[in-house]
């Protein structure tokens, strides 16, 4: 099991920016994949993007390619979600997760820990 906390979540106006950073607390943590997920409320948990344990392969949720980057740091244990030109409805708890495998479709039941969430909310 890896332990995960998030932080970096607010308010931000649209067309803004923000980072979220998750530290896990893991042996290996390039052994793992790590995704970020959102969830809106009344909405089911979706994808937004997902890195394989080198970082050599990111996916993300078609919607949102070219505003939304992940990276990792494998020396700091760390995931970053950089958030370009945000909107309204961006607005969401963020959970970053870890998965012992990466594929091109990731899904929620591939990631078996998950963060506490941070929020971030858009304002129009």
Request: aromatic residues 12%; hydrophobic residues 35%.
């Given at each position: 099991?890896?332990?995960?906390?998030?932080?970096?979540?607010?308010?931000?106006?649209?067309?803004?920016?923000?980072?979220l950073?998750?530290?896990?607390?893991?042996?290996?943590?390039?052994?793992?994949?790590?995704?970020?997920?959102?969830?809106?409320?009344?909405?089911?948990?979706?994808?937004?993007?997902?890195?394989?344990?080198?970082?050599?392969?990111?996916?993300?949720?078609?919607?949102?390619?070219?505003?939304?980057?992940?990276?990792?740091?494998n020396?700091?244990?760390?995931?970053?979600?950089?958030?370009?030109?945000?909107?309204?409805?961006?607005?969401?708890?963020?959970?970053?997760?870890?998965?012992?495998?990466?594929?091109?479709?990731?899904?929620?039941?591939?990631?078996?820990?998950?963060?506490?969430?941070?929020?971030?909310?858009?304002?129009?």
């Amino acid at each position: 099991q890896v332990q995960l906390v998030e932080s970096g979540g607010g308010l931000v106006q649209a067309g803004g920016s923000l980072r979220l950073s998750c530290a896990a607390s893991a042996r290996r943590f390039s052994n793992y994949a790590m995704g970020w997920f959102r969830q809106a409320p009344g909405k089911e948990r979706e994808f937004v993007a997902a890195i394989n344990g080198g970082g050599r392969y990111t996916y993300y949720a078609d919607s949102l390619k070219g505003r939304f980057t992940i990276s990792r740091d494998n020396a700091k244990n760390t995931v970053y979600l950089q958030m370009n030109a945000l909107k309204p409805e961006d607005t969401a708890v963020y959970y970053c997760a870890a998965a012992p495998f990466l594929r091109a479709t990731p899904q929620v039941a591939d990631f078996g820990s998950w963060g506490q969430g941070t929020q971030v909310t858009v304002s129009s």
